[in-house]
């Protein structure tokens, strides 16, 4: 049999048969990422106009054009590596511009049209019997991911903690994690969806010894304690008020984590309960996720620790082992911030007794940034106040070293004496501190933290769960925090693999939401608020406006029966069915209004503007959604598959836009994939729409139904449709038939 023929120009322009192969629609090796594709031809052309740099191809810069469909950028950027070979070829970018447009193969026909500008872009014009040929395999092979190795993802999201309340604040590590697993499932990946809950710590010694006292026969006769959140309200109570009780509380800790088969029972049990009412709003938001918290971690947590010590990675600190991560710099290069990190660091906080190195100290008596009383030293936070140098605060030691630049500016003799005495120095070259606080792997008192679960998380994920990418997904306040696990699990040695590339740690951070007052989202009594609430709430209004819009559709078709201008049957929705619509609305529309910010920014959570029917919102998506669906059906097309082989002919300009924005889908998901912004789906549906409502308001041209390419409109419709339903499915929202 002979192979699919990709020769595109082989096509005649009224046949379906391929010339070179002679077989019916030979599109196989067509490609539906237009951008990857056009990129290719452009990367050929510069190897073709400069073959010096084949080797060492620069990353293509493909870009949409602002005058023109698309543009490459790359000829500044070639310019300047060309007049850096062994042999320099000095050219103008504008030149080298034309050299590459020279060189596209235009045979294809993807690339009907390469013009260099006096800037030195090429603007490209994409070839139209490529795109309709395009659009037409896209309408038959459905909606495909972008072609991307395949690899093992692990999204840790959502984490609440036992016996609290989900609030606001787990609905933007829930949605933005979900639509992220949701987005690496369609390309293929093999993905971990990781719910890292808080259900160990000291709290559950408080809850337990609450539980035991109030309802002491719970094992017998299981208590109702399912609003854990009063539970929980009493307990804290209770604790801050009675030592005894919280005597009680300290030592039912170390009872569970001896594993207490009774301590065991009752952690389950408030477990339990806890997991049933987050599941209850997992299922509501339709979000999976596999349960692995921190008592999951607990029992490799000694081992973990064991394998840093034999790296040398951790050291004693007042009682705590700590782990600190630094950068090699040469003296001579040291930025202007780095003689303040490094005087903080090796200075103020020592591995001796004194809480400020006896040299800084003496320096700093020395120029009137210290002083003696009473036999204690007392260092200068202001022109006017000093602080007692045995108890500094992070912020005392700041203003301490504001108060003496012309010991750091530059850096002392004596204290670079000092720094090479401590081992800090070598061949001229000083260990910086990379973050201004350490990693508290075992509390002074022996206990472990956060950090020390998130090292031991970080180990089994790497080490036993081998993965090739964990993507933890947290606010923006635990940022710093997981840039220093991820620093000591590299120096640890645990992302390297051999024969592989290293395992790649992602922290998508995100802003808070904010009430229409600008604060945090708060109930009106001031309490953070529940997020079973708020959910609720956004659905109610969608009911609300839903309720209200068909009243008004519903008094206009009664309105025009009585003039007798009825054209369309109108059907009402019944009360289940308009619950219904307006619950997928409600959830889509506070998904899409989360999704589509930039996520590092805060947003106002406002129900009334989610649902409005203006702008960049889930209703516009729906409302073109339902449009595209619609148009078969008063055409008399029940099944699309009766025409999905019809040829594809995109006669207006408009058309062939909406065509070009269809098939920039797998490069807007890879973007994605790449660097985790979700809003760079939702700009591209908003703009998807915008091309469709182009055609579709364009009453005078864009007729549908009847008109001589009606098939090939309809199609048209379906691969809009179609497109929107998978944006939308990877942001975790439904689609409705009707609205």
Request: hydrophobic share 35%; glycine share 6%.
């Amino acid at each position: 049999m002979k192979k699919a023929c990709n020769t595109f120009i082989a096509w005649e322009r009224n046949s379906k048969v391929c010339k070179n192969c002679m077989r019916l629609k030979c599109d196989s090796l067509l490609s539906l990422d237009m951008e990857k594709e056009i990129a290719r031809v452009f990367k050929e052309a510069i190897i073709k106009a400069y073959p010096q740099v084949a080797g060492a191809m620069p990353a293509m810069l493909i870009t949409p054009g602002k005058t023109a469909e698309y543009q490459c950028n790359n000829a500044m950027a070639l310019a300047k590596q060309l007049s850096q070979l062994e042999k320099p070829i000095k050219e103008s970018p504008q030149n080298v511009a034309k050299n590459i447009s020279e060189a596209v193969d235009l045979s294809t026909g993807l690339i009907d049209e390469a013009l260099p500008t006096k800037q030195g872009f090429i603007n490209i014009s994409v070839g139209l019997g490529y795109v309709q040929k395009a659009i037409s395999k896209l309408v038959r092979v459905g909606v495909m991911p972008p072609a991307v190795e395949k690899k093992k993802i692990l999204v840790d999201f959502s984490s609440p903690n036992i016996a609290k309340v989900m609030h606001v604040g787990h609905l933007r590590s829930t949605i933005i994690g979900d639509s992220i697993c949701r987005l690496m499932e369609f390309c293929g990946h093999e993905v971990l969806r990781i719910n890292h809950v808080g259900d160990w710590g000291t709290q559950f010694g408080m809850l337990i010894s609450h539980l035991k006292s109030e309802c002491p026969n719970f094992l017998d006769t299981p208590p109702d304690i399912t609003n854990l959140v009063t539970f929980y309200k009493a307990a804290k109570k209770r604790f801050d008020e009675d030592a005894e009780f919280k005597s009680r509380s300290h030592k039912e800790v170390v009872s569970l984590q001896s594993n207490d088969p009774t301590s065991i029972a009752a952690w389950k049990m408030i477990c339990e309960i806890s997991r049933k009412e987050f599941q209850s709003i997992y299922d509501r938001l339709d979000v999976t996720l596999e349960t692995k918290g921190e008592s999951f971690y607990n029992p490799i947590i000694p081992k973990v620790l064991e394998i840093l010590d034999k790296k040398g990675l951790t050291e004693m600190n007042e009682g705590a082992k700590i782990i600190s991560a630094t950068d090699k710099k040469p003296l001579s290069k040291l930025a202007k911030s780095d003689p303040e990190k490094i005087v903080a660091y090796y200075f103020l906080n020592p591995k001796g007794k004194e809480k400020i190195n006896p040299v800084l100290a003496k320096l700093a008596k020395e120029t009137g940034g210290a002083k003696e009383e009473d036999g204690v030293l007392h260092v200068a936070t202001s022109a006017k106040t000093w602080a007692n140098s045995t108890n500094l605060t992070h912020e005392d030691c700041d203003k301490f070293l504001k108060m003496v630049p012309k010991l750091m500016k530059p850096l002392h003799p004596e204290l670079i004496a000092e720094l090479t005495r401590l081992g800090a120095i070598s061949n001229d070259e000083v260990d910086i501190p990379t973050f201004n606080i350490p990693l508290i792997v075992t509390k002074s008192d022996g206990g472990f933290s956060y950090d020390t679960t998130d090292m031991a998380a970080a180990w089994y994920r790497s080490q036993e769960s081998k993965v090739d990418r964990a993507i933890y997904v947290t606010d923006l306040g635990q940022e710093l925090h997981f840039m220093m696990i991820f620093r000591a699990a590299a120096d640890a040695g645990w992302l390297q693999r051999e024969g592989k590339p290293d395992v790649r740690l992602d922290h998508v951070g995100f802003g808070v939401v904010r009430g229409p007052d600008g604060k945090k989202y708060k109930t009106r009594s001031g309490d953070t608020a529940a997020l079973a609430d708020l959910l609720e709430e956004g659905c109610a209004h969608s009911y609300d406006i839903s309720k209200a819009r068909q009243d008004e559709k519903k008094a206009r078709f009664e309105e025009l029966n009585k003039k007798g201008e009825l054209r369309d049957e109108y059907k009402e929705f019944s009360e289940a069915e308009l619950r219904e619509i307006a619950d997928t609305v409600g959830l889509g529309a506070i998904k899409y209004c989360d999704l589509r910010q930039n996520r590092t920014s805060d947003y106002v959570f406002d129900s009334k503007k989610m649902c409005s029917l203006d702008g960049n919102t889930v209703m516009c998506m729906l409302y073109a959604y339902v449009r595209c669906k619609s148009l078969a059906r008063k055409a008399g097309i029940e099944d699309l598959d009766t025409i999905r082989d019809s040829e594809i002919s995109l006669v207006l300009d408009s058309e062939k836009r909406l065509g070009i924005c269809l098939l920039k889908f797998p490069a807007v998901i890879e973007k994605t994939c790449e660097n985790l912004m979700a809003h760079n789906i939702t700009d591209y549906l908003y703009q998807l729409v915008q091309r469709f409502n182009e055609c579709y308001n364009d009453a005078g041209n864009w007729k549908v139904v009847g008109s001589p390419v009606q098939n090939s409109r309809l199609l048209l419709c379906e691969a809009t449709a179609s497109t929107l339903e998978k944006g939308l499915t990877l942001l975790g929202i439904k689609t409705v038939d009707r609205i």
